[in-house]
């Protein structure tokens, strides 16, 4: 439901802290490392260093899928259709649903591993990041941009300052617009959030600081990806705003008097690419229609 700041688990009315992140591109993000700067890793706070431990994560999530441990999950995909179940076994270890049922844990590990790379794997298929977007075929001399989406990309690599964290790459190889580091730049909380959650009414979300426990990395999130970015609303880690204009605003005008309420955590914002930056309303649209470039599924004229 994108009407929703954050998404329902399998348990009705149970809501995590957090927007979804979209799991088309994931494979971009490297592994997550201290080293050279803190980047990569998946979740937004970067805590899988990579997709086979990020897709374990969502069966054992309280607010997620809500399976007690591992063994009745193995045993979920027992209760599949045969087919699926014996190419299960066929990968993962004839033994495995056997395993789940004595509680025999190197044999449950070993499985619950297996199923975790095998949705790894599928998320690293051309299926998620198929690179069919309108941008990808301006890039190959196929399409042109109208005018107001030149001017968008102009104002996003230039006066917008859009690219310093949602980089364009070298040219060498495609580009999914991230620098895959953590920032912070001040987005409000969100009492709607707060209220599905069931968290105390004043909750700060630590971001990084919270899975590293360092206080100099608080309020910092991972810079995502904007591939199919109009397609993916609401946007920020807690769903704060609702559409691109929202945020292309927010970058614009943060810093102006009256314009948004107070930062989640304004500790280690950043300050140099987002507040104050004097675009006008109709070139806050052209960055809009330039990311709308971004979705798959571009047919040529």
Request: hydrophobic letters at 35%.
């Amino acid at each position: 439901d994108t009407n929703l700041p954050v998404s329902e688990g399998s348990i009705a009315g149970k809501c995590g802290s957090r927007n979804s992140p979209s799991s088309s591109y994931a494979r971009f993000f490297p592994e997550f490392t201290l080293k050279g700067g803190i980047q990569g890793g998946q979740f937004w706070d970067g805590r899988a260093p990579k997709l086979t431990e990020q897709a374990k994560g969502p069966f054992l999530n309280p607010v997620e899928m809500a399976m007690p441990s591992k063994a009745p999950v193995l045993l979920a995909v027992e209760s599949s259709p045969a087919g699926y179940s014996q190419l299960f076994l066929q990968i993962c270890g004839g033994t495995a649903f056997d395993d789940a049922r004595s509680n025999f844990q190197p044999g449950i590990d070993n499985a619950y591993h297996c199923l975790a790379d095998s949705i790894a794997i599928f998320e690293r298929t051309d299926e998620l990041s198929p690179f069919t977007s309108k941008f990808d075929a301006v890039e190959a001399g196929q399409a042109v941009f109208t005018a107001e989406e030149e001017e968008g990309l102009k104002l996003f690599t230039g006066r917008g300052k859009c690219s310093h964290c949602h980089s364009l790459g070298s040219g060498k190889e495609k580009t999914v617009f991230t620098d895959f580091k953590f920032h912070n730049i001040g987005v409000p909380s969100n009492p709607e959030v707060i209220s599905l959650a069931g968290l105390p009414a004043d909750f700060k979300d630590p971001g990084l600081g919270g899975f590293l426990n360092d206080p100099k990395q608080t309020g910092k999130f991972k810079t995502t990806h904007l591939r199919n970015v109009e397609l993916t609303p609401p946007y920020m880690h807690n769903g704060v705003l609702k559409t691109l204009k929202d945020v292309v605003h927010f970058y614009n005008t943060r810093d102006v008097p009256g314009e948004w309420p107070e930062p989640e955590i304004s500790d280690n914002m950043d300050s140099s690419f987002v507040g104050d930056l004097g675009l006008t309303d109709e070139e806050e649209n052209a960055i809009v229609e330039f990311m709308k470039t971004l979705n798959d599924g571009y047919m040529l004229p």
